[in-house]
């Protein structure tokens, strides 16, 4: 057992959030929370602790209290739940910050499709997966979506990866038999498919977390609907209806080009979110990544399949794409979470994307008519408002969990739950010899209450102040972590 003594913070939901300057969290060796206790005074801690021991050890006599492994933060520290990032390309990092001067289409033409062509070669795959995942964990990422490239040997690379290095992931191989490149697309419509069962059973193979739950999952990557014929969205369609609780990833309404290129692929949908649909794509389990400019009918829709959006607002800022009304969607009951997109976002950071999460909410609370002087606000209400710090943090964390089907297992420090955690650090990197590390764009006052020290987290904090990184108990990353 690992004991956590020290301040949190975490979601219940997307508006209530939970501080407590002193807890006492116990992580069973499975990696499950065993018991959390909040709100202490320093003078309980050790009592509780006695409690919970002793309790153990009655319902287990070979359980030894000299096992357990204790954990005590200090002031400037603070447990968060681990982010989820519901959608990023791990192919594309090499381009990130590249391709600044296009929009989505020209954008995957010149700047994307070339890089990914790339992992036809699986030395390539080996040397970039590697570095990828390392970095993600590095940023706080315990669940992340990636999108893999076309090919099936580099996306078990992928797999491998996220395996070998802990993280909770879901891996697909893009789906993608028309309209790439003449160098990249797929042979067939039959050798995308017969490539996806394969990946799906390898994944499947890989070994479990002490909980049995697995740690790498499969997800099914339609690219986007302009990638694929009828025929391969009919497939996928077949191939989500025989595996009822797998993921499925896609993009959706993005940019007005995409939106309108949509439409001309498929003149009888009755919408972009309705070719999804038709093919039986649009379900409890879908991601959505975008959903800037979905129109009412289409929110309607996604809600009654209880698909999820996820929120890419680097990207949707970086490509030009538009802004997705989260306060809107959440109002609506609709699951969102983030996703960093890379490499339309430019940055592979959950935190820079709560950020830009913020912003979009802003300047659309900007741009909405200014209000009658008896307007009342109805507090319940997210649209047109800008996110506050809970909605936020929810969205980084137990929003994400709910897109990708988890939100009984992971996103917050609930008892019962797998424990998928950041040791968060506002005193920055303090290991001897290591003082130069400190992110200087994050202050620190010893007087800062544990409000505070989120707020400066989650708006200046960066891999400088992500110290330790747990999926399942099992530590992962963070910088005081060797590989
Ligand atoms: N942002 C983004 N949008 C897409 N639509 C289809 N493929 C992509 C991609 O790789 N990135
Ligand atoms: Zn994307």
Not at 107 to 115: M, R, S, V
Request: hydrophobic content about 35%; glycine content about 8%.
């Amino acid at each position: 057992m690992q004991i956590f003594v020290g301040q949190l913070v975490h979601t219940l939901d997307p508006t209530t959030i939970q501080y407590s300057s002193l807890s006492v969290v116990g992580v069973s060796d499975n990696g499950v929370i065993d018991f959390a206790v909040h709100d202490l005074s320093p003078g309980d801690v050790e009592r509780i602790i006695q409690e919970q021991l002793s309790q153990k050890a009655n319902l287990d006599k070979g359980w030894k209290a000299e096992n357990v492994k204790r954990t005590v933060l200090g002031h400037g520290e603070f447990l968060v739940p681990g982010f989820v990032d519901t959608h990023t390309h791990a192919p594309q990092f090499p381009n990130i910050c590249r391709g600044q001067q296009y929009e989505l289409l020209d954008w995957l033409k010149y700047i994307t499709f070339p890089e990914e062509e790339k992992l036809a070669d699986v030395a390539v795959a080996k040397r970039l997966y590697n570095e990828v995942v390392r970095r993600v964990i590095s940023l706080g990422t315990t669940t992340c979506c990636y999108y893999g490239s076309l090919h099936l040997e580099a996306t078990k690379v992928l797999a491998d990866e996220c395996q070998a290095q802990g993280q909770r992931a879901f891996v697909g191989k893009c789906n993608m038999d028309r309209n790439g490149s003449p160098t990249y697309v797929e042979a067939s419509c039959s050798s995308s498919v017969a490539d996806t069962r394969s990946l799906i059973s390898y994944i499947q193979s890989l070994p479990k977390l002490p909980t049995s739950s697995p740690l790498v999952n499969p997800i099914i990557t339609p690219r986007f609907a302009i990638s694929c014929t009828d025929e391969l969205l009919s497939q996928l369609g077949t191939l989500a209806k025989e595996n009822p609780g797998m993921l499925i990833q896609t993009h959706i309404s993005e940019n007005a080009s995409e939106i309108a290129y949509t439409h001309a692929l498929f003149p009888n949908a009755p919408h972009y979110a309705g070719v999804y649909d038709t093919h039986g794509l649009l379900r409890d389990g879908t991601v959505l990544g975008h959903a800037c400019h979905l129109t009412e009918e289409e929110v309607k829709l996604v809600k009654q399949r209880n698909a999820g959006i996820a929120h890419c607002p680097t990207s949707n800022f970086n490509i030009r794409s538009g802004m997705a009304n989260v306060g809107k969607y959440l109002d609506r009951g609709i699951k969102v979470g983030l996703g960093t997109d890379c490499s339309g976002g430019y940055c592979p950071s959950i935190l820079r994307t709560l950020q830009d999460a913020c912003v979009t909410s802003k300047i659309l609370s900007l741009s909405t008519p200014p209000k009658p002087l008896d307007y009342k606000e109805d507090p319940e209400k997210l649209e047109g408002k800008h996110l506050p710090i809970s909605t936020l943090l929810y969205l980084a964390t137990l929003g994400g969990a709910d897109v990708c089907l988890l939100k009984d297992k992971v996103g917050n420090f609930v008892v019962g739950k797998e424990f998928d955690a950041i040791v968060a650090s506002i005193t920055g990197d303090n290991t001897p010899g290591e003082q130069g590390r400190a992110n200087p764009a994050v202050w620190y006052s010893a007087d800062d209450d544990i409000q505070t020290l989120v707020e400066r987290f989650l708006f200046g904090g960066d891999d400088r102040n992500i110290k330790e990184v747990y999926v399942c108990g099992r530590r992962v990353g963070g910088w005081g972590h060797s590989q």
